[in-house]
């Protein structure tokens, strides 16, 4: 009985840390550790982001099945971090199935952020990023309150819808009118800048940066899955922008403008990293650590387009550097680099050349919106060849350095 209850919990750990936002690779190597801590043999484990299979046989001689129907996965880095210690803590001394419920029960019971805290998250991250994207003073004011209601949609309609693609395209559609509205009111006076910034809040990258670990790790059905999530996301997030623009009009077609003072830039990269880790539950010092990060990857980037203005080249190293930063910080911090990386990566993620497709296919200018799309292309796979790089470095290269010098 006990093995059966030992076998249960390591699956619910496992689906845990899948709703937390953990890569699937991480999720199956953590539940074959667990496993073989508490000598069980002969172990089979199959996790994809919506389910969990393990066929063991345990210390006696009896071959268990257990499975898990995984419902619900979001982001929360401080119950992915809490949960990543507890399985090195569950490794190294195999507690009774008692203490390891305890445990589990005490992460999940564990209080979130305060609501207030939630929503200071979403100003610092939305107006940051408006500021970041060269938003006027009227106008990061607009980001601020538009990333208020946005804060508000997410935490009323994520109880009731699941669906990204309905849930993004409901949220963001709200959120496009309130900016248009408000600009038409003459509260604001860049449409496309505010919503550039305030859209970040939707576009975190996770799924993206989960999906390509995935594949690099030959998790081939969980890397797609997680991809294909992210991408059914941004086409809501798409849809929703371009209905208020279709029917109400107004926008900008002015080519993405980054804000021209580098170190108004890096500040607001620094604050809207600091909304970003709150946002995704981040506690600690791990939240400068965070904000370091975006700072680190923009400063990178900028450098890398000097010496070569190529979006791409710029987003490729801008990547790689928040990649091989986030397995720095794992390391020092003794948590998942997930939670680095994901933050880290935030100002290259492409909302403007988004938005500005949208735009461009809804004004009928296609050849503008096809210059975007191309853009959105290009940044994605810069973003996801930086991240594969260090990824490959990670866990061929090093390692065997390691080995050899030991």
């Avoid at 190597?29 to 073989?36: E, P, Q, V």
């Avoid at 508490?38 to 919506?50: A, E, K, L």
């Avoid at 941004?234 to 371009?242: E, F, S």
Wanted: hydrophobic letters at 50%; a neutral charge.
């Amino acid at each position: 009985m006990e093995s059966v209850n030992i076998l249960g919990l390591i699956l619910d750990i496992g689906a845990e840390l899948i709703k937390s936002g953990a890569e699937t690779h991480r999720v199956e190597d953590s539940l074959y550790r667990l496993c073989a801590a508490y000598r069980f043999t002969d172990c089979n484990i199959w996790v994809v982001p919506s389910n969990i299979q393990a066929t063991v046989t345990a210390p006696d001689g009896t071959i268990l099945t257990q499975i898990r129907h995984v419902r619900g996965a979001g982001v929360n880095f401080d119950r992915l971090d809490r949960l990543n210690a507890l399985c090195r803590h569950a490794c190294a001394d195999t507690p009774s199935s008692e203490d390891l419920s305890a445990a589990l029960n005490g992460i999940i019971a564990r209080k979130p952020l305060p609501i207030w805290l939630q929503y200071v998250a979403g100003v610092l991250a939305g107006a940051g990023f408006g500021v970041f994207f060269h938003c006027d003073v009227m106008d990061a004011l607009v980001a601020a309150c538009a990333s208020l209601l946005i804060t508000f949609l997410v935490r009323m309609l994520s109880k009731r819808e699941s669906n990204p693609l309905i849930l993004n395209f409901l949220i963001s559609l709200l959120g496009e009118l309130f900016i248009l509205l408000s600009v038409r009111f003459g509260f604001g006076h860049h449409i496309g800048y505010i919503t550039i910034g305030v859209v970040m809040l939707l576009i975190s990258g996770l799924g993206t940066t989960n999906g390509v670990r995935d594949l690099v790790h030959l998790d081939t059905l969980s890397g797609v899955m997680n991809i294909t999530v992210s991408f059914i996301g941004a086409v809501g997030i798409a849809l929703g922008i371009a209905l208020p623009l279709l029917l109400l009009g107004g926008g900008e077609s002015d080519a993405l403008s980054i804000n021209p003072n580098p170190v108004l830039a890096l500040f607001s990269c620094a604050a809207a990293g600091v909304g970003f880790a709150l946002w995704f539950g981040v506690r600690g010092y791990k939240i400068l650590s965070c904000a370091l990060g975006a700072v680190l990857t923009w400063g990178i980037y900028l450098l890398a387009h000097w010496l070569l203005p190529s979006v791409f080249f710029a987003t490729l190293l801008g990547s790689a550097a928040s990649a091989l930063f986030a397995q720095i910080m794992a390391r020092v911090h003794k948590a998942p680099a997930t939670i680095f990386q994901t933050i880290s990566a935030i100002p290259l993620i492409p909302g403007a050349s988004l938005y500005y497709m949208m735009y461009g296919f809804v004004t009928s200018d296609y050849t503008f919106a096809l210059e975007r799309g191309v853009s959105l292309v290009l940044t994605c796979f810069g973003i996801v060849l930086g991240f594969m790089v260090i990824e490959v470095l990670n866990k061929y290269i090093w390692p065997s350095a390691r080995k050899k010098h030991a």
